[in-house]
């Protein structure tokens, strides 16, 4: 084991899969001998030529429309799109094209090899177009994948899962933990499943359940909630396409109360669609309404970012407000 | 007049014969040289005393401001920065070649050309700290400015939307009957987004007002020019689209001043778009959070800082008596004392209000965003030392 930081573990991944298999080829803006804005792609073109670690043009949209027909060859595309705010120049190609490949074709072609890389989220003082969380967008596109990982061992298993997957993957990466974040990291090559949520605190009270850098907010508003005697059941989504609603049903049942945050603005957000399903496979068994912390419905601002947040503070009471209903 | 479309006129040959990269030379307007004396044969642009000294303190000022700011972000005081250090003349002196009325679309590195239509140094300030006077409330990182009575168009983070954008409004313009043009600044890197091909096609062939300023200054982030396209430059997409264009030597203040003079006459006279590329370089960092020293050499860096176009003018200026060494030390320790002062009296004043939070997203807020605005104040004064910048003024 290794200690490593969010960063170093995707790169870590990257090599393992690079080496495992010479069809990997890793391409995006500034990634090649630069290593990428945030260095996430260190080294790879030293290792690994320039055939296949390279820049691109800046062009969101010809960086996925490439990476399609790249991974509909059967080469095994990861491209980075610099940050999640400016993936939508290359929104018609991921929602038309990467994801539909495979249907349209009746399963002669696909783009299951390809895996699409950003940052997203905030926390950084970056404004509304270094800070959006775009997942709810692509969570309405059948065919995707979509994976976010919380620290360090999960960005490794869950990256190098993606990559092998016969699926398109969008893998969302907590900017704001890329440094923040570490802890120890195999060195070794293994792989975590996709689809699978995780728990990673039993409870009897109510569930809560986030995914990325949220799971941090929601540990900080646990330990509140404990000192109130309130024991709270914790679950990381980890994937949002397809989610693990058995896992978190299961969870609910027990503890009869779900609470669900993310950043991105609360109207139509993903928890929308956790709390539509829970509410269809639990009805009987919830003892209050289902709580959502999430962003406001306004772009994401750069003055009152933190009063924007839906941070620790504001889940705690949400909680105490959903387990006294 | 050329049947275009259907090619009906096109000249025939028998053999394959395939057009390389190379066959159109595209060459580049250079009036003063590097040691700030005019070519022989170059015309230097009539521009009387007064304008020439604003352009000129106009990048001085920006310079000073830029080695400001960068400064003032190490130090922690603003969170961002991006400077324009070496391509000073490419925004100035092209903005100083137009009317008060036509519209600027920029990307993020023409503070000087917003300077130059009389942007103040508070006015900078405020937007960098995202300030209660800041026109744009707080929602953009510094550098995003943008000013409704100077015609600037606020600042847009991804790259190169601008650029249909402003062929958009001066098809209004044109349609509105204005004696006003839009001009329309990028780099070279933004000329690889979709948009680029979309604004400039758009253009041409609905007959936009519009100019299209390209700073060709060798760099996106890291990644060289030549890794960002391979032919000749951006000037030859532009006679692809069928857009009038022109090279210049955008460190050169008097061949960016007259192309962009004649650019405007033409887009106005003619209703077309023109293609300026600007050939100039980024002497500094991409951005505060960028370090070049890991992409580029020094080496590089000192040959480009010989074609410094602030030192260029400033040579030509005082052969041509019109500032001597005492007045500009004199000037120059003035825009100092201005910044400073105004950096240390604008980080005072409060950030915004947090009621402005939910304004404009929409004409007027709607129940749902009023009522999550209630929620958050209650929450806000339950917890006022949480979010100290904005619950003193609940």
Known sequence: MAKMNLLQAINNALITAMEENEKVMVFGEDVGHFGGVFRATSNLQQKFGRDRCFNTPLTEQGIIGFANGLASQGSVPVAEIQFGDYIFPAFDQIVNETAKWRYRSGGQFSCGTLTIRTPYGGGIAGGHYHSQSPEAYFAHTPGLKIVIPRNPYQAKGLLLASIRDDNPVLFMEPKRLYRASTGEVPEEDYTLPLGKAEITKSGTDITLLAWGAQMEVIDKATELAQKEGIDAEVIDLRSILPWDAETVCESVVKTGRLLISHEAPLTGGFASEIAATVQDKCFLNLESPIARVCGLDTPYPLAHEKEYMPDHLKVFEAIKRTVHY | ?394
């Not at chain 2, 000294?53 to 920065?81: H, P």
């Not at chain 2, 679309?105 to 800041?134: I, V």
């Open chain 2, 1 to 394: 007049m050329k049947d275009r479309n259907h090619l009906s006129n096109v000249g025939l040959v028998h053999e394959v014969s395939i057009i390389e990269n190379g066959l159109i030379d595209i060459p580049m307007l250079q009036i003063l040289q590097p040691d700030g004396t005019p070519h022989k044969k170059a015309k230097v642009p009539e521009l009387d005393q007064q304008l020439a000294l604003k352009i000129y303190r106009t990048m001085r000022f920006i310079r000073v401001l830029d080695e400001r700011m960068v400064a003032a972000q190490r130090q922690g005081r603003i969170s961002f920065y991006l400077a324009s250090t070496g391509e000073e003349a490419a925004s100035v002196a092209s903005a100083a070649a137009l009317k008060p009325q036509d519209m600027i679309m920029s990307q993020y590195r023409e503070q000087g050309a917003l300077a130059f239509r009389g942007y103040s140094t508070e006015a900078f300030m405020n937007q960098m700290f995202s300030n209660e006077k800041e026109a744009n409330k707080g929602r953009q990182m510094p550098i995003h400015y943008g000013d409704k009575a100077l015609n600037f168009m606020t600042i847009s983070s991804p790259l190169g939307t601008q650029i249909p954008q402003a062929s958009g409004y001066a098809y209004g313009q044109k349609m509105a009957g204005e004696e006003a043009i839009t001009i329309c600044y990028f780099g070279e890197g933004a000329a690889s987004e979709g948009d680029f091909h979309a604004g400039l096609n758009m253009a041409a062939v609905l007959n936009c007002p519009v100019i299209f300023f390209c700073r060709n200054n060798g760099y996106a982030i890291s990644t060289p020019a030549e890794e960002q396209f391979a032919g000749d430059g951006i000037a030859s997409r532009g006679l692809g689209y069928g857009v009038k264009t022109i090279r210049v030597d955008g460190n050169d203040t008097f061949a960016v001043y007259a192309a962009t003079q004649q650019a405007r006459a033409i887009a106005l006279k003619d209703n077309c778009p023109v293609l300026i590329e600007a050939m100039t370089y980024r002497l500094a960092a991409h951005s505060t959070s960028d370090d070049p020293t890991g992409y580029r050499s020094k080496d590089e860096e000192a040959r480009w800082q010989q074609k410094d176009p602030i030192a260029r003018l400033g040579a030509w200026l005082k052969n041509k008596g019109w500032l001597d060494e005492e007045q500009e030390n004199k000037d120059l320790e003035k825009i100092r004392q201005e910044v400073l002062q105004e950096l240390k009296r604008v980080e005072k004043v409060p950030i915004c209000k947090i009621d402005e939070i939910i304004e404009d997203v929409y004409d007027t807020p709607p129940w749902h965003l009023k009522e999550q605005l209630s929620e958050l104040k209650k929450h806000m004064a339950k917890y006022p030392e949480a979010y100290p910048k904005t619950s003193g003024r609940l």
